[in-house]
């Protein structure tokens, strides 16, 4: 979901707040006012959120959490805030800038932030051959950035909130209750995953597997349109999930994603009558596969050289492997809303699999090594 407001996604008419009374209460608080019901929207995203004026005059984007994980989600923000807030009053700022935290109620599960004017989001940019290499150069800055900084996480209050969902145990069963609310996408994509005993080891393999791999502070869950653009600033979003990881983890999320949209994007000049014959819709997938990766592999090697001009130390068999995760995860995002898999979400599926498997022969193709592959 867009975790900011932008000017990408029409807004339509939010909850109502007599609802929620606890979010004029904490503006109100915060000594900002109560919302100004002629100028508030909403935007689409899992998360009740609200955004507009308030009685003070000052824009605000407020999201009221949903689902697992509220009080280590919330812990996450505050925590990024924290760190952001030292560096930003230090020697040497970040070269971007993130929406300022103005206020977290774990009771209620409320998050209050600046609202950003006309922001739009990076990933469109993405949806067009040809990305800028200048703003791809300003992203691998931003993640070096914020990988180099010397920070200190501190202990999530509630230890229950330190237990994450984590993606194998579906890779060995689902639930009842899981079963019975998956989308007949879901459960297609799950039986393929399950079934695949080389597949699931090396998913299972992403997990480091000793106490050398090196942590840094990371987003942890960084896609393109968590970058958003107002006037000539980069911001970056969505720091729920913030905490220490492999640096992989957010560099093949970001690579993951060129390669994402560049495949999406050229699926519409397939000719429509391959739809009746599947294996001529396989090839030509992967042909356009191949071509995804071409266009891909400029805004990739970009984006990467900028990073390594702040922190050399990259690990492209590893990011390549986290590269696949991420074209698979995606589908696992999009079969939620689908009753069958496309040969689109199949072929794309196919690319993650070769790469988890095989990642040391892909490096150079996707762009990790800067030659051509």
């Not at 890779?171 to 695949?196: F, H, I, N, P, Y």
């Not at 992403?206 to 840094?216: I, N």
């Not at 592999?297 to 984006?303: C, E, K, L, M, Y």
């Not at 130390?313 to 698979?328: E, F, M, S, T, Y």
Request: aromatic fraction near 6%; hydrophobic fraction near 40%; glycine fraction near 8%.
């Amino acid at each position: 979901m867009p975790s900011h407001p932008s000017t990408d996604h029409p807004p339509y008419e939010p909850a109502p707040l007599d609802a929620y009374p606890e979010v004029d209460k904490l503006l109100i608080d915060l000594g900002l006012g109560a919302f100004d019901r002629a100028g508030l929207v909403g935007h689409p995203g899992r998360n009740e959120n609200w955004s507009g004026p308030t009685g003070n005059g000052r824009a605000v984007f407020v999201k009221k959490l949903a689902g697992r994980d509220i009080a280590r989600r919330l812990h996450g923000m505050t925590e990024f805030d924290r760190m952001y807030r030292q560096v930003s009053e230090g020697p040497k700022p970040f070269s971007w800038r993130a929406p300022g935290l103005l206020a977290v109620q774990p009771a209620d599960a409320l998050a209050v932030f600046e609202l950003l004017p006309d922001a739009t989001m990076v990933s469109h940019r993405a949806e067009e051959p040809g990305f800028d290499p200048g703003l791809a150069a300003r992203l691998g800055r931003a993640v070096g950035e914020l990988h180099t900084v010397d920070w200190s996480p501190t202990a999530v209050d509630e230890p229950a909130a330190q237990e994450t969902p984590d993606h194998e145990d579906f890779l060995d069963r689902l639930t009842v209750k899981e079963w019975q609310a998956a989308s007949a996408g879901e459960l297609e994509l799950w039986a393929l995953l399950q079934q695949d005993g080389a597949l699931v080891a090396a998913i299972r393999a992403l997990r480091p597997a000793d106490a050398t791999v090196p942590l840094v502070p990371c987003h942890r869950d960084l896609r393109l349109d968590q970058f958003l653009l107002s006037g000539d600033e980069v911001y970056l979003t969505d720091w729920e999930e913030f905490g220490p990881a492999e640096p992989a983890k957010d560099l093949g999320s970001v690579v993951g994603e060129f390669i994402y949209r560049a495949a999406r994007r050229l699926v519409h000049d397939l000719d429509e009558e391959l739809t009746g014959d599947p294996s001529a819709a396989h090839r030509a997938l992967l042909e356009q596969g191949r071509a995804a990766l071409a266009q891909a592999r400029p805004a990739v090697r970009g984006f990467l050289a900028a990073y390594r001009s702040i922190r050399p130390d990259v690990d492209p068999v590893r990011v390549a492997a986290v590269v696949g995760w991420h074209l698979i995860d995606r589908i696992l995002a999009s079969a939620r809303h689908v009753h069958q898999l496309s040969p689109l979400d199949r072929a794309q599926a196919g690319i993650g699999r070769t790469l988890l498997l095989r990642p040391e022969r892909f490096t150079a193709a996707i762009g990790l090594e800067g030659t051509d592959g």
